[in-house]
């Protein structure tokens, strides 16, 4: 398995995790991926712990003398031509062959490749020999990657409570996609993909990695720095390029997460490469064959009046599924999930907690479980007596602070209000009648 | 690693992330770039945008000057500078900074629009109309040019001009709502709320995370409800001071001929309308409104 993509899975879960963001620093630095190794000794320094500095430093120290070698070796690479282990041909990137998908193209090869693709037809022979230069590391910023698979498979009984969502996306989704022989009997079309949508915070990313869990299929978390390349026509070329991939792992899930960013409304963006993207989109998604490719697509966002709605035409994401702030049980299991990593003592009634976090979202009571930890904290460091997170702490904390879902809830309240004819946010109006 | 790779891919991320509204999510990417090189201007330049986004403009503008010293654009950087000063109504920085980018960019057609609408909110109205009419003949289809013009036929009260102005932006704009939002604007200034508030409804639903838009659609529905029926009549009968002027006329008319009870009763109901249409109506308005949604708040 993967490191950087565990330490990336603890970094996800916890942002301030400083021992995570150092120890993913020091492989990135192995693999001298120079840039990605900064950034993360940066943020294990803001834990602003001498020994974390002392740490870093050493590893910086050890970034700078790799860094120059790995220069040296470039420079070599220059000089003495390729190493024919180094080189690739441009074949073997664009069928996706290429061992190490995560590699580096440098700049210079990176424009050849573009060019060539537009010289492909006319000199295709020549272009097939084509060699690229590729730098070993760097998982991140990359051309042709996807994202990393998840180390450990999140299943539906890792989310609590929601159980009527859960039963939604069994039936909607998981059945179709585990047998779609029966839906096409019936001449039911099982494709089009799933938008995730709710208010921010509230488990939508968590549930699409469950969904892959559940359907037994490699999970591809997409992000847009994966797709956006400066040079004309290669960010959409790496769009296409990422269905393929998870075509060829099949069964797979194609998580768009944020699908709004790169799904943005036409009518709200004059951008052009934003445009030919949601065009790439559009044609990639519709020519998923449900019955051969295994292939699913799901997207999430906060902000579903803002995904084109190009895209929520049938064929597409088609199918909106709302994401509500968890209910009590999900609360519950929310608490349990954050607070069993932490020292805590006397009773903790996870009942009463989850009672008094009505309309908290997940991120809002993860919120909470780090600012009892912060108070305990500077009580120990003021009293010098160690002890654990208790009850009064937790509630303390709630009393203090509110839930951060109702804004969301307003907005799709008053839209509500405005407009609804297309019933697109009758979940959210079900939800605001009998909650609110 | 290629650094200037790496800062090409970056800022092509930070650049859509900008052409899609994301602009807090590019952050991160601006400080992958700023770690790279601390005075890369196109980043710093951006960087300074994301702080007049979040209102600190005291920051955006320090972050110009860095991407000023390292060689960004002036027509961008010193635009975006008297920006900052005006959002902190200090209108004689403002100044100074456009003539600065004028400057440096004489034939800059959006500092020239953007200028004469300082000149216009600050009530210089001849050189507010020389710098537009400079601009105009720059670059007449400018967005920043036609959203002087807009903002000008509209304080200038001249129909005529805003319907020329509101044509150019549907011929030249990009942005649909704004252009909406003008429409809505156009028909509200018009006395047309139903249309009005059509074009407000529309823009809302297309953000409807933005206030201004529900105040916006909020605003037609006030003017619209049934509470304002007299107010609008007097506005259909050519306005307040027309119909205080008729009824003034009539009082002197009734005096004149001695028939006071007549005279009391008309001066009173009129008292009474007064007071309905711009104290009773509103307060009802609200007590109506607001008791029924507590979610406009
Ligand atoms: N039903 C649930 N069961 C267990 N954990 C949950 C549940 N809902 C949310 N969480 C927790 O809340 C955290 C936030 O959830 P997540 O990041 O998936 O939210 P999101 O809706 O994707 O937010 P955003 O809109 O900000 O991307 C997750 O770390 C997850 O552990
Ligand atoms: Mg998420």
């Known amino acids: 398995m993967d490191k950087i993509a565990i330490f990336k899975m603890m970094l996800e879960k916890d942002k301030e995790n400083y021992e995570a963001w150092f120890l993913l620093a020091e492989e990135y630095r192995q693999r001298d991926s120079l840039a990605d190794a900064l950034f993360a000794y940066a943020k294990a320094l803001e834990k602003n712990d001498p020994k974390m500095r002392e740490m870093v430093i050493r590893g910086l120290r050890a970034l700078t003398e790799g860094g120059n070698k790995q220069e040296t070796a470039e420079g070599q690479a220059d000089v003495h031509g390729l ?103 019936f001449q039911k079309k099982s494709g089009g993909g799933i938008l995730l949508y709710g208010p921010p915070g509230c488990g939508k990313t968590f549930i699409a990695q469950a969904m892959a869990g559940e359907v037994g299929a490699n999970f591809f978390p997409v992000h847009i720095s994966e797709i956006l390349n400066p040079y004309f026509g290669v960010s959409e070329k790496n769009l296409h390029h990422i269905f393929e991939t998870a075509r060829a792992s099949r069964p797979a899930v194609l998580f768009f997460d944020e699908i709004d960013t790169l799904g943005y409304s036409r009518l709200k963006s004059g951008s052009d490469l934003m445009r030919s993207l949601v065009d790439t989109l559009l044609t990639e998604m519709q020519s998923i064959n449900m019955n051969t490719d295994k292939l699913l697509v799901i997207g999430a966002t906060n902000m579903p009046w803002d995904v084109d709605p190009a895209l929520k035409r049938p064929g597409r994401f088609d ?6 702030p968890p209910d009590k049980e999900a609360r519950k299991r929310i608490f349990q999930l954050k607070l069993g990593k932490r020292p805590v003592a006397g009773l903790v009634d996870l009942e009463v907690l989850a009672e008094k976090t009505v309309h908290y979202s997940g991120a809002d009571i993860e919120n909470i479980v780090e600012l009892a930890a912060e108070r305990v904290i500077d009580s120990i460091m003021e009293t010098g007596v160690e002890r654990g997170i208790t009850m009064a702490d937790l509630l303390e904390v709630i009393a203090e602070t509110k839930p951060s879902t109702l804004e969301w809830i307003s907005i799709v309240k008053n839209y509500v209000k405005y407009a609804n004819q297309s019933g697109l946010y009758n979940e959210v109006a079900d939800y605001i009648r009998k909650y609110l | 690693m290629d650094v200037t790779a790496f800062i090409d891919r970056e800022l092509a991320v930070v650049d859509y992330l900008f052409s899609v509204d994301k602009y807090e999510e590019a952050v991160p ?58 959002k902190e109504y200090r209108y004689p920085a403002a100044e100074e900074a456009y003539l600065q980018g004028l400057q440096a960019n004489p034939n800059s057609a959006v500092l020239h629009a953007d200028y004469a609408r300082l000149m216009m909110v600050t009530g210089f109205w001849d050189k507010a109309r020389a710098l537009l009419n400079k601009a105009m003949e720059l670059e007449p289809t400018n967005q920043n040019v036609i959203n002087a013009m807009i903002d000008f036929s509209f304080a200038e009260m001249d129909e005529k001009k805003q319907r020329e102005a509101i044509q150019s932006l549907m011929e030249n704009g990009s942005d649909e709502i704004k252009k909406i939002v003008k429409l809505s604007l156009y028909h509200h200034f018009k006395g047309d709320y139903k249309q009005a508030r059509e074009y407000a409804v529309q823009a809302f639903l297309m953000d409807p995370a933005n206030r201004n838009l529900l105040a916006l659609v909020e605003g037609c529905d006030y003017a619209l409800h049934p509470l304002f029926l007299p107010r609008r009549l007097i506005g259909k009968l050519g306005g307040g001071a027309v119909v205080f002027l008729a009824i003034f006329t009539v009082l002197v008319l009734l005096a004149a001929l001695n028939l006071d009870v007549i005279l009391a009763i008309v001066f009173y109901s009129f008292v009474a309308l007064v007071l309905y249409n711009w104290m009773v109506a509103p307060v009802l308005y609200h007590l109506i409104v607001r008791g029924k949604d507590p979610w406009t708040k």
Not at chain 2, 36 to 45: E, I, K
Not at chain 2, 57 to 81: H, M, P, Q, S
């Open chain 1, 319 to 324: 199918k909106m599924i709302f994401v509500p």
């Open chain 2, 29 to 86: 990417h601006l400080q992958n770039i700023l770690q790279q090189n601390p005075v890369h201007p196109q980043a710093l330049f951006f960087l300074a945008l994301v702080y007049y986004g979040r209102e600190q403009f005291e920051e955006t503008r320090r972050l110009c000057v860095d991407a000023l010293v390292n060689g960004f654009d002036k027509e961008g950087a010193y635009g975006v500078i008297a920006a900052a000063y005006e």
């Open chain 1, 83 to 185: 190493e024919p282990e180094q080189a690739v041909s441009l074949e073997d990137i664009t069928q996706g062959s290429c061992e190490d998908i995560g590699a580096v193209i440098l700049p210079s090869a990176e424009m050849q490749l573009s060019r060539e693709d537009e010289g492909l037809n006319k000199d295709k022979e020549e272009s097939k020999k084509a060699k690229i230069r590729v730098l070993e590391g760097g998982k991140k910023h990359n051309v042709v990657s996807i994202g990393d698979y998840l180390p450990e498979r999140v299943t539906f009984a890792d989310v609590g409570g929601l159980h009527e969502l859960k039963k939604t996306i069994e039936m909607k989704i998981i059945k179709p996609f585990q047998s779609p022989g029966l839906f096409s009997k």
